[in-house]
Every structure is written in C-alpha cells, then in structure tokens.
C-alpha cells in the first residue's frame, strides 16, 4: 500500500520558518513526482510546491521565494522549506503524489495524499 507520512508542522511567529518532511513508501519514489498542497477552512486545496522526478520545481506565486522543495532520494523524503512565513500561510499541509508518476493536467488519475499537517503562523 501506498503511504504519504508528513511532519514537521507547528505554530510559528510570522517571519519564523519551519521544514515540513514528507516520507513515501509503496511507490517507486525516485521515478515519481511529489507535491506539496495546503488547505483552509472554507477553501479550496491549493497546490504550493511540486517537484519532479529530475527535480524540476514549481511554486504557487504566494510563495516563490520563501518556500523551497528538495527530496532525497536515499530517504524517500521531499522535504518543504518554509522561510518568512506570514499568517496568511496557515493551513493543513498535505503531501500529494500522482499514482501515474508526473502531474499532468489534461490526463485524469488518481493521486494519493498523506494526511496533512497543520501550519499556524501567527502575528
């Protein structure tokens, strides 16, 4: 079976940073494309962050250059650096990875999620 394993949430003052982590297992990590969502209530889940199998990286344009994604391969982790953090930032994390390996789209698949993380960034 196919597990997403998030950590590294927590409660921050704005301007603070934290490091989510996103561990995988049951799928072949270093073929496959992971994503990093966030969702409030009353809201739609948004994507924030996607790295691709050769480490190809696309950001939400709320956090280009605050946020960073990176995996390791050796770990099975992507990992979310999360800098200068505002308020506006708080939400569940989730961890996201398409069953067909790369995000696509156009072509419809399944995804599997984790089950998220919680982010509060205070003022």
């Known amino acids: 079976q196919v597990q997403l394993v998030e950590s590294g949430g927590g409660t921050v003052q704005a301007g603070g940073s934290l490091r989510l982590s996103c561990v995988a297992s049951?799928?072949?990590?270093?073929?496959?494309?992971i994503g990093w969502y966030r969702q409030t209530p009353g809201k739609l889940r948004e994507m924030v962050a996607t790295?691709?199998?050769?480490?190809?990286?696309n950001y939400a344009d709320s956090v280009k250059g605050r946020f960073t994604i990176s995996r390791d391969n050796a770990k099975n982790t992507v990992y979310l650096q999360m800098d200068t953090l505002k308020p506006e930032d708080t939400a569940v994390y989730y961890c996201?990875?398409?069953?067909?390996?790369?995000?696509?789209?156009?072509?419809?698949?399944?995804?599997?999620w984790g089950q998220g993380t919680q982010v509060i960034v205070s003022s």
């Open positions: 996201n990875a398409p069953a067909r390996g790369y995000y696509n789209d156009f072509i419809p698949g399944p995804h599997y």
């Open positions: 049951g799928i072949v990590f270093s073929r496959n494309a």
């Open positions: 790295i691709t199998s050769d480490d190809r990286t």
